[in-house]
Each structure stands twice: as structure tokens, then as C-alpha cells.
């Protein structure tokens, strides 16, 4: 398993809001307790809201969220996709201009106990790849409003979707979506989509397969749909 998948299964993982202990996970994912300990390091440094410690374990406190700023979902996405890409441009002055306008969004974060997330925007390097996930994120998001059947191939596999909502992990954008082809939910990552395919097959609601039906599963509150 590559880092990077291993370290958003745990994010996947922690999401359920119980204590999960090092040694656990390790058994799961058939690593060292060791690589457990240095992925829950990263997780916080980009931004994760993991809180625990080493013998203990470990949790996640809250979703993040940026109440102060009164932010859209698209303008959460416009600034998520600016400062990654800029901030990994390589070019001096854009890259320095990004990691400034990281500066004054945090300044207006609000304050919480326990240590400070990392600057938004600018997460760890398993996380780099995450930008190019936003080329396919208005087509997902039309597909989610009309209902409207998709394609996907990556590296994820090939799926035909229904496309239910959009959800945001510590800088990783995922799919939550019924998928035909498994006849199950699935939550897909967009930064690993090759390719997106608009199919002309709507589709309706029905008993087992909505987003209400998968937040049940998952054990989380009602909300509404995207």
C-alpha cells in the first residue's frame, strides 16, 4: 500500500470519532506501530484535527471548518485549489504571494485549544497531488444537482456512479456516491480519477441507496444533500 492510500485509510478510519490504538491499526494495515506513530505526525501537520498520543491512541475531534470566514463550498474549493497550486508553482514571488495569503486566513481562524493546525492550503507531501483532483469538480457537482449518472476511471478502479455529495477530509476531496457497478456506496477520491464521464441516464431515489442511506451506515447525523 502507498503511503498515501495508507494514510487516507486511516483518516477513513478515525472519522467514526472512537479511540483507535496504534497497535491496532498497525495489525490492520500490516505496518510497524513505529510507521503508525509517524503517519498520526503527519495527519496533524496537515491539518487533520488528530488528537492523542503515543500508548494511548488516537481520535479525531471535529470536521474542519472555517465558521469565522462565512465561506461558500465554492469558495472553500477557489482558495483550496489556488494556494496548492501556486504555493507548489516553484515560481518565487507567486509562491511566497500564496504562503502570504495562507498567513491571513489563518489569522482569522478561530482559536482552539490544543495545537495549531498546519497553514491551510499548504499540506504535507503525501497530500500534494490533491489539486489535480478540481478539474473534475464541476462536473461532479452538476452530476450531484441533476442526478445525472457518471463514469469514472482511475486508479481506483472503473465504476458507473451516483453521484451523492462532495466531502472534504484534511485536504483530501472525496465522492460519495451508489455505485452500480458494486451495487454499494463507495467513497472515491477525485484527485485519483484519470477520467470523468458524463452518462445520459438520470437517476431517481430509492430505498438503500440516497445519501441518508449512507450516512446511516456510517453512523452519522442527517444532513443536507449537496
Same mark, same amino acid.
Given at each position: 500500500m502507498k503511503r498515501s492510500d495508507r494514510l487516507?485509510?486511516?483518516?477513513?478510519?478515525?472519522?467514526?470519532?472512537?479511540?483507535?490504538?496504534?497497535?491496532?491499526?498497525?495489525?490492520?494495515?500490516?505496518v510497524s506501530v513505529r510507521t503508525i506513530y509517524r503517519d498520526m505526525e503527519t495527519l496533524a501537520e496537515s491539518g487533520v484535527p488528530v488528537e492523542g498520543t503515543r500508548g494511548y491512541g488516537y481520535t479525531v475531534r471535529a470536521a474542519i471548518t472555517l465558521p469565522p470566514l462565512n465561506l461558500t463550498e465554492q469558495e472553500l474549493e477557489a482558495?483550496?485549489?489556488?494556494?496548492? *497550486?501556486?504555493?507548489?508553482?516553484?515560481?518565487?514571488?507567486?509562491?511566497? @504571494? $500564496?504562503?502570504?495569503?495562507?498567513? !491571513? &486566513?489563518?489569522? /482569522?481562524?478561530?482559536?482552539?485549544?490544543?495545537?495549531?493546525?498546519?497553514?491551510?492550503?499548504?499540506?504535507?507531501?503525501?497530500?500534494?497531488? *490533491?489539486?489535480?483532483?478540481?478539474?473534475?469538480?464541476?462536473?461532479?457537482? @452538476? $452530476?450531484?444537482?441533476?442526478?445525472? !449518472? &457518471?463514469?469514472? /476511471?482511475?486508479?481506483?478502479?472503473?465504476?458507473?456512479?451516483?453521484?451523492?455529495?462532495?466531502?472534504?477530509?484534511?485536504?483530501?476531496?472525496?465522492?460519495?456516491?451508489?455505485?452500480?457497478?458494486?451495487?454499494?456506496?463507495?467513497s472515491l477520491r477525485i484527485d485519483r480519477i484519470d477520467q470523468l464521464i458524463i452518462l445520459p441516464g438520470l437517476f431517481v431515489d430509492e430505498p438503500g441507496k440516497g445519501l441518508a442511506d449512507w450516512r446511516a451506515q456510517q453512523g452519522l447525523p442527517a444532513e443536507k444533500r449537496e
Open positions: 487516507y485509510a486511516l483518516m477513513q478510519r478515525l472519522r467514526d470519532g472512537q479511540l483507535h490504538t496504534a497497535e491496532a491499526m498497525a495489525q490492520d494495515l500490516e482558495l483550496h485549489l489556488a494556494l496548492a *497550486t501556486l504555493g507548489a508553482s516553484g515560481l518565487d514571488e507567486i509562491s511566497d @504571494a $500564496a504562503r502570504s495569503l495562507s498567513g !491571513k &486566513i489563518d489569522a /482569522v481562524l478561530p482559536e482552539e485549544s490544543g495545537p495549531a493546525p498546519a497553514p491551510f492550503g499548504f499540506a504535507t507531501d503525501s497530500f500534494a497531488e *490533491t489539486a489535480r483532483g478540481f478539474t473534475h469538480m464541476p462536473a461532479i457537482r @452538476a $452530476a450531484i444537482r441533476a442526478k445525472q !449518472k &457518471i463514469k469514472i /476511471v482511475g486508479a481506483q478502479g472503473d465504476y458507473i456512479l451516483r453521484p451523492l455529495h462532495l466531502e472534504y477530509w484534511g485536504r483530501v476531496w472525496t465522492c460519495i456516491s451508489w455505485c452500480e457497478s458494486t451495487e454499494e456506496f463507495l
